[in-house]
């Protein structure tokens, strides 16, 4: 396990906070008819983060009376931003407003920084201040500062949904109720390498391996964003959804992040399908915020 | 719920299916393929040779791949095309590599470092001119996966009687669409096939990336006759009775992406004797992997092992 928490974890994280507040949100929405349907309504948002950077991201909006509650589907280590995930229902529109944000990099994105996968996880790891995934931070926590402006939104309900970022979206970004998290890359990096040859946790090896005068700056950089230093700011209640035993993140693996969450938490080790461990997450977002005898929405083939 | 093993789709092949993918592949063929395979050392390893592949398709477009050999080897490789999954970004196959394959993975148009002259975005691909067969993305899309092989015999380390292909979801399409397409191929292995009874997956269930054509119907309801004469052009069932090579398909039979009935419905109208059907219950759209991965690695060896 990492013991390196930087001395100045708190100041770092401090600065990045500071410098989003200093940026207007300054959102922009424009209607998207062709993916509305008739029971929720979908809009593009465009909106600033650190730079200032332009992002994008798609918010769907239950029709009927709100508040609802809201997944927000937090950036990803892809290129591709989905509405809501492959293979979620499509209904699921109907009961939670939902929100997916491309962070610097991604598709849509993508300008000026148009990130390459395997690439994105390395970009300016030369130094604290060139390294991209700050700037990735800063879009995840901008993306949950837009949510909170937006009118229909019940505020005691608002999980984020993704890899990582859900956590560090929680961490950095009270208004997170609840995470819905698959930690793949950023729970002690440089220790999970040995374990695997594959990305994205590879990109990190590569990187090491190409630039071994610059390894120990790498591995310094990557603690600030190690989510073992950020579990202890989380008082969401979380679910964690862990590989199976023989997984990088394993529940063993991740034994040490739940303990260290203060928060309700649940650790998932997969069932090795990808059926049994969704139906698994969509009865435990269900049961959170709508309590347990509210059945959840699932695609026809999980019924 | 619990698929139908005899479940049949509704797509018609169109009688002039294989004229018209004639002249498709015809003009392809008159396009110099023109290919650079540039050494990445940083994504090299002491014994993996990666390399960042480039080449033309259709329409001069650029395609892109990664292409990842053993550093030290003996003799000719077996050569292994691994195509991408829908929204996926396309891997670096070293794990293939590293089994003894010389193997290319490649993007597709509009895929990431691919998309600089073609890029309908995500959603889009699917219904990107979908009102004609000339037009549609995956008249394209298809042909950059099968320009793949091409490469793979192009390549002086890769015995070109030793060649598969494989990928799951829409990588189980493309490992179809070129299975049926290619001579070449010996051996394939297609799991979760997308790109497979369109119109009956977008009845069957409302998830993306098959919703989009539900969104493209409801915008375009006048198109709908259009929609369905291009995708008969398109749809793996169409195409699975020109397959004659060794195959095995897996399936989830929750699978919530692909259904599982489009599954059955093109397993059946396989043309290969020699073909085998997975079928995983108590599994989504990974249909299996867990367990299946092995049975691929197998299935590979016995067809593309012996020199």
């Given amino acids: 396990m990492s013991k390196n928490r930087p001395s100045d974890f708190g100041s770092f994280w ?21 993916r509305s349907t008739d029971f929720a309504d979908l809009y593009g948002v465009r909106l600033s983060s650190i730079g200032p950077y332009r992002l994008f991201g798609y918010l769907s909006i239950p029709k009927g009376d709100g508040p609802f509650p809201v997944i927000y589907y937090v950036p990803k280590n892809a290129s591709v931003l989905e509405i809501i995930p492959q293979g979620t229902s499509n209904e699921i529109r109907s009961r939670y407003i939902t929100f997916s944000l491309a962070c610097r990099g991604m ?9 390459m996968y395997p690439g994105q996880l390395t970009d300016g790891l030369e130094s604290h201040e060139t390294y991209v995934y700050r700037g990735i931070v800063a879009d995840t926590v901008r993306g949950a500062d837009y949510i909170m402006t937006r009118p229909e939104v019940d505020k005691n309900r608002v999980a984020a949904w993704g890899n990582d970022n859900a956590i560090l979206a929680a961490a ?11 930690p793949a890359y950023l729970f002690d990096p440089i220790e999970s390498l040995s374990k695997t040859d594959s990305y994205p946790l590879a990109e990190f090896g590569d990187y090491i391996r190409s630039n071994p005068s610059n390894s120990d700056m790498a591995r310094s950089i990557l603690e600030y964003f190690n989510l073992r230093w950020h579990a202890q700011s989380i008082t969401a209640n979380t679910l964690i959804m862990a590989d199976h035993e023989d997984g990088i993140y394993s529940t063993e693996t991740l034994s040490d992040l739940k303990e260290l969450i203060p928060g309700e938490i649940t650790l998932h080790g997969s069932e090795r399908s990808s059926f049994k461990d969704g139906l698994f997450a969509e009865n435990w977002i269900t049961s959170e915020m709508f309590g347990k005898e509210v059945s959840p929405i699932v695609p026809e083939h999980w019924r | 719920m619990v698929p139908d093993p005899n479940y049949i789709c509704s797509v018609e092949k169109p009688e002039d299916f294989d004229s018209f993918w004639e002249d498709v592949t015809k003009t392809l063929g008159n396009i110099d393929i023109d290919i650079s395979c540039v050494l990445d050392d940083f994504r090299s390893t002491e014994d993996i040779s990666v390399y960042e592949v480039f080449f033309n398709s259709l329409d001069n477009i650029r395609v892109s791949g990664w292409y990842a050999v053993p550093s030290k080897h003996s003799g000719k490789l077996p050569g292994l095309m691994l195509v991408p999954g829908y929204q996926s970004d396309p891997p670096i196959p070293r794990e293939w590599a590293k089994k003894g394959y010389a193997c290319l993975s490649v993007n597709p148009r509009g895929k990431v470092r691919s998309r600089s002259q073609f890029d309908p975005g995500y959603p889009g691909l699917l219904t990107y001119g979908i009102v004609d067969r000339n037009t549609y993305s995956y008249r394209g899309f298809y042909c950059d996966a099968w320009r793949g092989i091409d490469f793979l015999l192009d390549r ?13 979801s829409q990588g189980g399409g493309l490992t179809i669409t070129t299975a049926a397409m290619r001579k070449e191929v010996k051996a394939a292995a297609a799991g979760a096939p997308y790109l497979c009874g369109y119109m009956d997956a977008i009845e069957l269930t409302h998830t993306y990336p098959y919703e989009e054509i539900n969104d493209y119907l409801r915008s375009n309801p006048g ?10 052009y398109f749809d793996g069932i169409s195409f699975a009775d020109r397959i004659k090579c060794p195959i095995i398909v897996n399936i989830g039979l929750q699978d919530n992406v692909c259904p599982p009935e489009t599954g059955y419905a093109l397993f059946n109208q396989i043309g290969s004797k020699n ?3 997975y079928e995983y219950d108590g599994h989504g759209h990974e249909a299996g992997r867990y367990i299946h991965s092995r049975i691929v690695d197998e299935f590979l060896e016995e067809h593309l092992g012996q020199e």
């Fill in chain 1, 14 to 34: 401090y600065t990045v906070g500071k410098e989003l507040a200093e940026i207007p949100v300054a959102p922009e929405v424009e209607s998207i008819p062709m």
């Fill in chain 2, 223 to 232: 198109s709908r006759k259009r929609v369905e004469d291009t995708l008969s």
């Fill in chain 1, 172 to 182: 950095l970004h009270d208004s997170i109720t609840h995470i819905v998290s698959t």
């Fill in chain 2, 275 to 277: 073909k085998k059907l």
């Fill in chain 2, 156 to 168: 002086d380390e890769v015995d070109s009687e030793r060649i598969a292909v494989t990928g799951s």
């Fill in chain 1, 107 to 115: 598709r849509n994105s993508d300008s000026p920084y148009a990130a």
